[in-house]
């Protein structure tokens, strides 16, 4: 059992940053894929970012591809979202999320047996 907490959410200025950090319960985090997606009202959860079990191997949805970048210290229990140059559009609830036996589609939901609450990112033009 994994249990996931998402904090770092906020409201910011078009243009501006925000860290994300997803803290994770369990000695054994660190062999779980991990996932950041995103809920905006009204739309389906989309996939954000993919980040593997050792971090050498991570995916970003186009729409973030050069301005967000996952990480994860596994000594912490932790997976982070550097986000930069945000977007009104950015504007949504995000979720991360993990699993064991995430292979090749990591980018659907439905690869994830576990989920954090949601933190909400609030991006203002």
């Known amino acids: 059992q994994v249990q996931l907490v998402e904090s770092g959410g906020g409201l910011v200025q078009a243009g501006g940053s925000l860290r994300l950090s997803c803290a994770a319960s369990?000695?054994?985090?660190?062999?779980?894929?991990t996932g950041w997606f995103r809920q905006a009202p009204g739309k389906e959860r989309e996939f954000v970012a993919y980040i593997n079990w050792s971090g050498g191997r991570t995916d970003y949805a186009d729409s973030v591809k050069g301005r967000f970048t996952i990480s994860r210290d596994n000594a912490k229990n932790t997976v982070y979202l550097q986000m930069n140059s945000l977007k009104p559009e950015d504007t949504a609830v995000y979720y991360c999320a993990a699993d064991l036996g995430v292979v090749g589609t990591w980018y659907l939901p439905n690869e994830y047996d576990y989920w954090g609450q949601g933190t909400q990112v609030t991006v203002s033009s």
């Open positions: 369990g000695r054994t985090f660190s062999r779980y894929a």
